[in-house]
């Protein structure tokens, strides 16, 4: 299947820094990649939705000024958590889809997901 | 709204049993429903979806409209299959968003 990479894998950083965080898919274009936040033994929440060329939407309680989404090319969206603060740490993960293709039925493509990143701010 | 309801956090079977884990969900619409497995120290990745009406590795899910359930069932467990399962659900008529449930962490027991 498709791999999307995520770099760093793990990432420790002190309060009021900035992070960024990249996603890629390595072997096919991703038009829309999402970013999810995981806390420890709790499921994935969507942050924001990203389409290749335009601005992300982001979920309802997300700060987009705080959540900075760059989504430039068709293989690499980043996310940058700015300001970072102790509550930021958590768990990262992107997944990426390429173009909805629409068979009979209705389906869309599938989501392919990152290994993850681990934020902790100190 | 959506929302997808996983009320076991944490499932114990024997090698050989049955397994069933359980998802509910709520959607005015018609949805697309999903399972997603992540092994220890691995990704996420997809398991099944309820179009493909397929079994794999053994798991089958039947998409219960009248219910609003979408249940994993497996006849005889394996110590493979210990794994966190996510319940995902995307609407038709919306994004390509997917809605996940709490997941459920399934240990096989030898």
């Known amino acids: 299947g498709a791999v999307v990479s995520q770099h760093p894998s793990w990432v420790i950083c002190k309060s009021g820094t900035s992070v960024k965080i990249e996603c890629r898919s390595l072997d096919f274009q991703a038009t829309t990649m999402f970013w999810y936040r995981q806390f420890p033994k709790q499921s994935l929440m969507l942050m924001a939705t990203?389409?290749?060329?335009?601005?992300?939407?982001?979920e309802q309680g997300v700060e987009k000024d705080k959540f900075l989404i760059n989504h430039a090319s068709l293989t690499l969206s980043t996310l940058t958590v700015t300001s970072a603060h102790p509550e930021d740490s958590s768990f990262y993960i992107c997944s990426a889809a390429s173009r909805p293709g629409l068979p009979k039925g209705g389906s869309y493509n599938e989501q392919f997901f990152g290994p993850g990143t681990r934020l902790t701010v100190l | 709204a959506q929302r997808v309801t996983q009320p076991e956090k944490l499932l114990s079977v024997f090698k050989g049993a049955p397994v069933e884990l359980k998802c509910n969900y709520s959607?005015?619409?018609?949805?697309?429903l999903f399972w997603y497995v992540q092994y220890s120290r691995q990704r996420l990745q997809l398991l099944l979806r309820?179009?493909s009406r397929e079994s794999i590795k053994g798991f089958t899910a039947d998409l219960n409209k009248g219910e609003t359930s979408f249940h994993l069932k497996k006849p005889f467990a394996q110590e493979e299959d210990s794994a966190m399962y996510y319940c995902a659900l995307r609407g038709i008529q919306g994004a390509q968003k997917l809605v996940f449930g709490q997941g459920t962490r399934l240990t096989i027991n030898p």
């Open positions: 990203s389409n290749e060329g335009s601005k992300a939407t982001y």
């Open positions: 309820h179009i």
């Open positions: 959607y005015s619409g018609s949805p697309e």
